[in-house]
């Protein structure tokens, strides 16, 4: 069994800074990916940040330059700092773990519970 608990949301004003934690726990695979999604009100969720545990990253469009993925492999958690947010940046941030990520590599197996994150003056 996996769990994958987030923690670091909250409310920031436009142009602060927060930084997302999600720590996992279980049987992990030394190959996998690590990736942030986000579903905002109305809006499906979507995938804008990933990084496998060779250190590999991806971003969408939208977050390049203002978001960065790290992780700590010996601790099984990965991070996101967000810069520079926008009001269009509030959502519920999800992490996710993707344990086979060389057959499947769009597939993800387990999710977090999810953090919120508003971004308001």
């Known amino acids: 069994q996996v769990q994958l608990v987030e923690s670091g949301g909250g409310l920031v004003q436009p142009g602060g800074s927060l930084r997302l934690s999600c720590a996992a726990s279980?049987?992990?695979?030394?190959?996998?990916?690590m990736g942030w999604y986000r579903q905002a009100p109305g809006k499906q969720r979507e995938l804008f940040a990933a990084?496998?545990?060779?250190?590999?990253?991806n971003y969408a469009d939208f977050v390049k330059g203002r978001f960065t993925i790290s992780r700590d492999n010996a601790k099984n958690t990965v991070y996101l700092q967000m810069n520079s947010l926008k009001p269009e940046d509030t959502a519920v941030y999800y992490c996710?773990?993707?344990?086979?990520?060389?057959?499947?590599?769009?597939?993800?197996?387990?999710w977090g519970q999810g953090t919120q994150v508003t971004v308001s003056s």
């Open positions: 990084m496998g545990s060779g250190g590999s990253t």
């Open positions: 279980g049987s992990i695979f030394s190959i996998n990916v």
């Open positions: 996710a773990l993707n344990l086979n990520p060389l057959v499947r590599p769009s597939r993800y197996d387990y």
